[in-house]
């Protein structure tokens, strides 16, 4: 069973602005997490960062997301640049 996605207002901002070639990317790369979250690859855990628990990795985006396994829910966070993914907020 697939997960539920949702994204906050933050996360869909940064998707309008990314590139047509990028946003098809990212979202192909959403919903493949979303039909199994547990086995996709470029997906860490994050150690000390209060804004996610988790990311992905999308070429040189960085998808930031929790899950809730119970419920069966991704809630994305924000979709930012390398350079910008792990800075301090």
């Given at each position: 069973?697939a997960?539920?996605?949702?994204?906050?207002?933050a996360?869909?901002?940064?998707?309008q602005?990314?590139?047509?070639?990028?946003?098809?990317l990212?979202?192909?790369?959403?919903?493949?997490?979303?039909?199994?979250?547990?086995?996709k690859s470029n997906v860490?855990?994050?150690v000390?960062f209060d804004?996610a628990?988790f990311r992905?990795r999308v070429?040189?985006?960085?998808?930031?997301?929790?899950?809730?396994?119970?419920?069966?829910?991704?809630d994305?966070?924000?979709?930012?640049?390398?350079k910008?993914a792990?800075?301090?907020?």
């Amino acid at each position: 069973m697939a997960y539920e996605v949702s994204f906050t207002e933050a996360a869909l901002k940064s998707l309008q602005r990314c590139s047509l070639k990028d946003k098809k990317l990212i979202i192909g790369n959403i919903e493949q997490l979303a039909v199994d979250p547990l086995r996709k690859s470029n997906v860490k855990k994050l150690v000390d960062f209060d804004a996610a628990a988790f990311r992905m990795r999308v070429g040189n985006y960085r998808i930031l997301f929790d899950r809730e396994d119970d419920l069966k829910i991704i809630d994305i966070i924000d979709i930012l640049q390398r350079k910008q993914a792990y800075q301090k907020r």
